[in-house]
């Protein structure tokens, strides 16, 4: 590992300026001459056809530009899923709906003058609809005839299977079985900022550009032309700064509808969704039930594992199934047995999307495996940190699921060691605080890996362009996108630090797909991982140029030169020779050899590699109200060496106060006689304030992993993983009940005190 | 349509504006000050905070009409003419306390405020105070250090005057 | 967000107000605006007609009386109730339930007379305001009526404030004991912006020899409209607190709630919290006021 300049450093944000004085330009804040108003009309039933529209008297109020409907559209069968090409998702959506299939979904829209008259204009919209039977429940869409959601389809989305090994053999070898079924709640992404976008349209060409609030610009691009039947040179993806994605813009969400608006009236057209419907009817993390079963020896071996899970998706298949083949990968991360089994499902429902949302899928999986976890240990007796150190990964351990993870560095054992420390687990084992009237205290903790990208599954290719300019200052051009966790501070210091130049020499132009090279955008954490080598690749063409240069200008073979900090040094002495500015001038300016330095790249990654991480948790129980009150939340994370430790730590403790919300309140409750959405605001959609917050603490484990351009591994969702968990388990101990769902809200954590006195006493 | 007067960042403004209009489309769309985000309309997230008469408000929750006579102050109102910035705009960027941006604007001014009235508050306090905005990247701990590196730099520079 | 608003009439005089009021039945007065702006935009009326409260001196100051009652002037914020060394001394339960009321940013500007007159049984101050039996003063241009609070709502987000009314002010009667406590629990999933699952507020005057002379138990949530629990306030007058005792208070307020199943909450839960608060809050009032368990 080499000293690193820039790299490491908690260099100030690039946007941190405009954020804190208010220039920084969300879609919202633009300023357009004449722009009109969208607003959707929205199913009010959760299944129903479209019998007739009659849009006569919206057409008719003044200010009301376009009213649009089915058949004023185009329909071309889409998904959404924001994944790269081949399209791995069902192509079950449109623009506007003719069968309904959740309260909210999208049957017409209007542009006006002004939102008020657009909603006016929407309320006077007369549909006809002809009710129809809608699901919601896993057994009854998965049952023996069930209507079909979508024709053909048996409400499935998709299924996976694998075995290893043989687990029937396994678990009836077993000298014990424990088996567990855990449900998790729907959760939406609660941005600040709601969807919001603006399409304008080049009346002369007819080529729309999108300003958006969007994690993928370069899959906007495709996926919006595709969508609109459009070639993609007609459509221009423009990232303004994103008020908060965690992957519920991480698709087109909307954007398509204020398109067609904008193609109607010739002019540009603003989509902002209320409060009510970014809660609504966006996207979500969807329910998932797991069914485990795990079988062990008496002294504590797991020997078999078998998982069955159903993701109910909601309405269409967006990310749908790509989310279990997530957990799918994890499957084995931490707990590797010779006999394991598979078995994941996802499946419609009319309820709403399903897509992605921080962490994938293992945010509800970690609460189920290391709740699970703790309950074979109690049922062998065993302290549950003993019994994860008996079965615990090692490196060099063999992986049946996820045996394409390269292996070069595991900070497990760190994170354990120094979890276990912060939390005072050990002593609280030894000298656990007695009652406190009915106030009763646990501990507990959770563990896990992900991934730093989605090969080999899934097309990884990030491109970076880098100009250097007549100073040796750069100005790097990147769709690798910007939504609040600092990626475009830390590109410019991978470019900074490669280039050899002091961090502020960059700058960074970003989001913009007429001006920046394809990028696979913001999602699985991958961006520092396959963006951060793309950089470094552009960033090595342009310091190899400068450097052939500076050896002309000293007269000196280039390969014993380098740079550092915007000198050129000698390499084997670290002896300044010249200043880079002085050499970037000559390479333009020179009479006979002037010529322009500017190199674009694209990365593919050829291994992927495991982040390492554990949370502790130590809770308070009212036993008489069932309230939970963290006292303590530890999180431990292994992504390998920081290239920017203070963007790290906002991912770090951002993501567990996060993941604290999904296992302590947070649900999107549905009415069962609608289907409608009961608590659509944040009232009642409960995400932590700033007054909830426990107690946190929060580490990095150093590693530096050969695979990252900087010994990085990968960081954006790893946070949101096993805080829930920790806190799960840890009031398993206080009152002893495995409670099968999240999020523990007082009245959950009650019913199962009361009800295991009931059963106590019965 | 009524015409009132207020102070809005210091300087008087005197206009029209519908009696049914908030303050917060007012200061976006009438005054072009951008930096007051909009997250809920309902005074439920605190993204639309500024000060009236020094004390944070959800301007979602006011008519422009009924802020006749105030003194508003919006985030543009804390950085000086030149750019350099306020304090706690600066202990917001040392601390890290700035992800996505949106809820800032708003967290900035209640911290603001909060300092104003109780230079040197504790972590319950702060997070007392701070409790009607949301930030959904939960950037609170680095907030929390931010008011806290801000009230030192408040403290001395009141030395330094002294 | 532009609200269909046909007059926001800004008067400057109580009686200015009452005037346009009796003009104008249909007019609806607007004090910090943190509740009906959010009716508004839910439900959508047109040519709205409001009354601007924020000028009346009128309806401003809190006040104690010579007679130990206290006047709180139905145009203080919640913020103005925190800070209020009146409440601090001798309603600090109002203190706890105005921090405890939404955010900051709602208690700088939502009043205790919306939160009165908005009729909510979630309203944080109705608890303590029903526990203390305050009464309400309403003006119109017809002239005063007092009302107590007992009295005074009439079903989930309904009161019986007359067109042409205004809250100006209301009033809390003293308790005549040697020593006084109150105490007010939230109960909530988050600790701020939140509703209550259900609230509970009891105040207590105890005589020297430790026997409650004055009580007064009140929940909210735990029906339609905030209420008193009559049956454990008779249960505990005149007595000295024990430990055993608190449980048949816990049992007895139920009797006079009527909680329902909702999605935020089970009858069964409700009646479960109702129990553990009423045990809780009525021990802190008495504990405050020097009794001793």
Known sequence: ?762 | MQTIHIKINGKDWTGPVEDGETLVDMIRYRLGLTGTKRGCEVGECGACTVLIDGVPNASCMWLAALADGKSITTIEGLTNEDGTLSPIQQAFIDAGAVQCGFCTPGMILSAYALLKRNPHPTREEIKVALSGNMCRCATYEQVMEAVERASDLLAAAVVEKE | MMYSVKELYRPETLTDALAYMAEHPDARPIAGGTDILVSMRKKKPEDVLLVGLQNLQELRGIRRRDDGTVEIGAYNTFTDLANSPIIAESVPMLRTAALAMGGPQIQNAATIGGNVCNGATSADSAPGLFARGAILVLRSAAGERRVPITEFYDGPGRVKRQSGEILVSIELPAYSAAHYGDCYIKFSTRKAMDLALIGCAASCGVAEDGTISDIGIALGVAAPTPIRAVEAENFLKGKRLTADMLEEVGNLALANAKPRDSWRASKAYREQIIRTLARRAVRAAYEMAGGVL
């Open chain 1, 1 to 762: 590992m080499d000293k690193h300049f820039v790299v490491g450093q908690p260099v100030e944000r690039v946007d941190a300026y405009d954020k804190v004085t208010g220039k920084a330009t969300y879609v919202g804040d633009m300023k357009f001459d004449h722009l009109l108003q969208g607003k959707i009309l929205r199913s009010p039933y959760a299944h129903a056809i479209v019998k007739s529209i009659d849009t006569s008297k919206a057409k008719a109020l003044p200010g009301v530009r376009a009213v649009l409907t089915y058949d004023d559209v185009p329909h071309i069968p889409f998904t959404p899923c924001g994944h790269p090409l081949p399209f791995d998702s069902p192509l079950d959506s449109l623009i506007f709906e003719k069968e309904v299939r959740y309260v909210g979904d999208t049957v017409a829209a209007v542009a006006a003058d002004t939102k008020e008259i657009a909603e006016k204009a929407i309320s006077l919209i007369d549909v006809e609809y002809e009710e129809l039977p809608f699901l919601l429940k896993d057994e009854d869409i998965l049952a023996e005839g069930a209507m079909e959601i979508h024709k053909d389809s048996k409400n499935i989305i998709g299924e996976t299977f694998t075995e290893y090994g043989d687990v029937e053999a396994g678990l009836r070898d077993a000298d014990i079985v424990v088996e567990d079924e855990y449900r998790s709640p729907i959760v939406t992404h609660a941005q600040i900022e709601t969807h919001i976008s603006i399409v304008d349209i080049d009346n002369h060409t007819g080529k729309l550009t999108f300003y958006v609030s969007n994690q993928v610009p370069t899959i906007m691009r495709e996926r919006l032309a595709y969508i609109l039947g459009l070639p993609r040179r007609m459509v221009r993806i423009v990232k303004m700064t994103v008020g908060g994605g965690f992957g519920g813009k991480q698709e087109p969400v909307y954007e398509f509808i204020n398109a067609v608006l904008a193609q109607a009236c010739h002019c540009p057209v603003m989509l902002e969704l209320t409060r009510e419907e970014n809660l609504s009817c966006t996207r979500t993390r969807p329910s998932h039930y797991f069914k485990l079963r795990t079988g062990v020896t008496k002294d504590g071996k797991i020997t078999t594992r078998d998982l069955y899970t159903i993701r109910n998706n909601g309405a269409y298949a967006s990310h749908g199934h790509s989310v279990v083949l997530n957990e799918y990968g994890q499957f084995e991360g931490l707990y590797p047995c010779p006999n394991t089994r598979f078995d994941g499902k996802t499946i419609y429902s009319n309820q709403l999307i399903g897509a992605a949302m921080r962490a994938y899928g293992m945010p509800q999986y970690c609460i189920a495996n290391e709740s699970h976890i703790d309950h074979i240990a109690r049922t062998l007796g065993m302290d549950p940190l003993d019994f994860r150190l008996k079965n615990l990964y090692k490196q060099g351990d063999k992986r049946n699921f996820g045996n394409y993870y390269s292996d070069h560095t595991c900070g497990m054992p760190q994170v354990l060691e120094e979890g276990l420390k912060r939390i005072g687990y050990r002593e609280f084992r030894e000298n656990p605080p007695a009652d406190d009237g009915p106030i009763k205290y646990g501990i507990g903790m959770a563990l896990s890996t992900y991934q730093a990208c989605v090969f080999p599954f899934s097309c990884e290719m990030s491109g970076a362009r880098l100009m250097l300019q007549d100073d040796a200052s750069a100005t790097l051009f990147i769709n690798c996108t910007e939504i609040g966790q600092g990626t475009d501070t830390v590109m410019a210091q991978i470019a900074a630090e490669t280039l050899g130049v002091p961090f502020e020499w960059i700058s960074v132009v970003e989001g913009d797909t007429d001006l920046c090279p394809a990028d696979m955008g913001a999602y699985a954490s991958r961006q520092t991982y396959v963006t951060g080598q793309a950089v470094k690749k552009a960033t090595l063409q342009c310091k190899e140029q400068l450097l052939e240069r500076a050896g002309v200008m000293l007269e000196r073979p280039a390969e014993e030169l380098d740079t550092r900090m915007g000198k050129v040094i000698e390499k084997a002495t670290g002896k300044e020779l010249i200043d880079m500015p002085k050499v970037a001038e000559n390479m333009i300016y020179h009479l006979t050899e002037g010529g322009t330095c500017g190199y674009e790249a694209g990365f593919i990654p050829v291994e992927n590699v495991l982040e390492y991480m554990g949370s502790f948790a130590k809770v308070a129980v009212d036993t008489e109200t069932g309230k939970v009150e963290v006292l303590k939340l530890v999180t431990c994370m292994d992504c390998g060496n920081l290239i920017n430790p203070q963007t790290a730590m906002g991912q770090l403790t951002g993501g567990s106060i996060m993941s604290f919300g999904f296992g302590m309140m947070e649900q999107v409750l549905i009415d069962p006689k609608t289907g409608r959405v009961l608590n659509d605001t944040l009232l009642d959609y409960k995400i932590p304030t700033f007054a909830d917050v426990p107690d946190i603490d929060a580490q990095f484990i150093h590693t530096y992993d050969p695979a990252g351009a900087y010994g990085n591994k990968a960081l954006g969702e790893p946070p949101n993983i096993t805080p829930a968990a920790a806190i799960h388990n840890a009031v398993y101990d206080a009152i002893g009940v495995n409670i099968p769902t999240n999020p523990l809200t007082p009245e959950r954590v009650y019913e199962a005190i009361a009800s295991a006195k009931q059963g106590k006493e019965a």
